[in-house]
């Protein structure tokens, strides 16, 4: 499967403690996103890298949320002290070169906090 | 910033027949390329169809086609002889030329009857 893969696919955690989601994009695309999206909503736009730069973060990315792409391969996204209102899915996606190609993503990493 | 708007919540059709979503946008920016993503109930977003916005034609994948008005700003998908399997959430996006990130609008739940 040479297709964009996210871990754990599912969490569960209480309010309170840190989780943190991997992301293992196309091998070959220099450009990897983070999405946020809430049942009934598209993917919000949370960070984008290209190769081990984070280029851009969005407002809704708080001081809890914290991205990472140390090798400019595998990427991170870790969120402290999580609180209920982050209960989400959390996609992961890739491209290569410009905006004139394709997004692909993940699929997901469900996140729930009870 | 740009902005995606679909304003059909919900969408039913017959099996075997062709449905529209519409999807407007705005953005004063004349370079964009526009998507549309569908995402079934398991979550993963899966890629269906780009337009580039200097693109003369009209784009078409199979049974998917995108009419393009750009003066109207509008990008709406038509999905020829319908399926049971294309029950899912459809999702129009944006993305520019001058930055890497895409936006996505709120999306349309797309239910095939029988």
């Known amino acids: 499967d040479t297709g964009v893969s996210q871990d754990p696919r599912h969490k569960i955690t209480k309010r309170g403690q840190n989780v943190t989601f991997r992301c293992d994009p196309i091998s070959e695309h220099n450009r990897l996103y983070w999405y946020r999206q809430t049942l009934g909503q598209g993917p919000e736009f949370l960070t984008y890298f290209q190769n081990e730069a984070q280029l851009e973060k969005s407002r809704l990315l708080s001081d809890r949320f914290s991205a990472e792409r140390p090798k400019g391969s595998f990427s991170t996204l870790e969120i402290q002290r999580t609180e209920q209102g982050d209960s989400a899915m959390y996609l992961c996606a890739s491209r290569f070169g410009g905006s004139g190609n394709t997004i692909y993503f993940g699929e997901g990493s469900w996140l729930t906090v009870v | 910033a740009q902005k995606i708007t679909q304003t059909q919540p919900g969408m039913f059709v017959q099996e075997k027949e062709a449905v529209t979503l519409d999807c407007t946008y705005d953005?004063?920016?004349?370079?964009?390329?526009l998507f549309w993503y569908k995402q079934p109930s398991s979550g993963e977003m899966i890629f269906l169809i780009y337009?580039?916005?200097?693109?003369?034609q009209n784009a078409t994948e199979g049974r998917y086609s995108l009419n393009f008005q750009k003066a109207r700003k509008s990008a709406n998908l038509v999905i020829s002889a319908s399926q049971l399997g294309d029950s899912a959430m459809y999702f129009c996006?944006?993305?520019?030329?001058?930055?890497?990130?895409?936006?996505f609008g709120a999306g349309t739940r797309l239910t095939v009857k029988p």
């Open positions: 996006a944006m993305s520019l030329y001058n930055n890497n990130d895409m936006r």
């Open positions: 337009q580039g916005s200097y693109d003369q």
């Open positions: 953005t004063s920016d004349p370079s964009y390329g």
